[in-house]
């Protein structure tokens, strides 16, 4: 793997990377796609990326974890080319290395917003400070990547995919407040968004998730007192089962909004 220093990205010629690519479907589906994922480091996030890699697409993988992020990549690279970003969404100056690569290829053709933050607690003792790290991930965060890429992505006719909560439909439970008002956020972000690119040839995509089996989720649980059963959750890999299926319509079809719960209800 690369030993490029924290911040920095591994660009690879044409040849070095289809040779690392051995199974790399040539006529996939998504073949010559450049897709940004972020939060590939784990869960919803490494399973959409390994999903875009197997149909063909070009992943650019980006996350805060480089040894988390190596992982993602070299699985990838099984099936397709695969670049590491090491970024703090929250820090503007760390998205330069991956908007010039972007610049470079001249276009983008997948945004994939997975990263999030949760830190719920009731509202009596609840610190302002974690409202501000969920705004800066959850909203911030999606907005700035999102305008910073826009030509890129109308240059493509590119798709845009928020991977959002079933609280930011409704916040129904003590102790989350923070956290769906960001995932509200969100969605009124996704939603005047595909208003705004529809007429350039952009979708937008909006998936509200229930309970999914991710390590973020254990900690919640943990947290709440509760046992962590992944096998009664929804699995990452059916997100990007359906995420990437979604991809794949044809272009005269918009799907806008997507929820998903686990069939078992605890």
Do not use: W
């Not at 992943?59 to 990838?76: M, Q």
């Not at 916040?171 to 005047?192: C, E």
């Amino acid at each position: 793997m690369s030993t490029t220093a924290p911040g920095e990205f591994e660009l690879k010629t044409a040849e070095e990377s289809e040779q690392e690519c051995v199974g790399a479907p040539k006529n996939g589906p998504l073949h010559g796609r450049i897709a940004l994922v972020t939060g590939a480091s784990g869960g919803i996030g490494r399973a959409i990326g390994l999903a875009l890699a197997r149909a063909g697409a070009h992943l650019c993988a980006v996350g805060r974890n480089r040894a988390a992020l190596a992982e993602t990549v070299s699985a990838a690279r099984q099936y397709s080319k695969a670049s590491i970003f090491q970024i703090d969404l929250t820090i503007e100056s760390d998205l330069q290395p991956l908007l010039q690569y972007l610049e470079d290829a001249g276009r983008l053709d997948i945004l994939i917003h997975c990263a999030g933050v949760i830190h719920p607690n009731q509202m009596e003792r609840a610190r302002v400070e974690d409202l501000d790290l969920q705004y800066a991930t959850n909203v911030r965060a999606p907005y700035l990547l999102t305008q910073s890429v826009l030509r890129l992505l109308e240059v493509a006719g590119g798709q845009v995919v928020f991977i959002n909560s079933s609280a930011g439909l409704s916040a129904r439970r003590p102790g989350i407040g923070q956290y769906a008002a960001t995932k509200h956020a969100l969605k009124a972000l996704a939603d005047s968004l595909r208003e705004e690119v529809n007429p350039k040839g952009i979708r937008v995509l909006t998936l509200y998730l229930g309970r999914t089996a991710t390590p973020m989720q254990e900690a919640l649980l943990q947290q709440e007192g509760r046992e962590y059963s992944p096998g009664t959750l929804l699995q990452p890999e059916d997100v990007a089962s359906v995420v990437v299926h979604t991809l794949m319509l044809p272009p005269t079809a918009e799907v806008t909004d997507i929820s998903i719960r686990p069939m078992r209800k605890t």
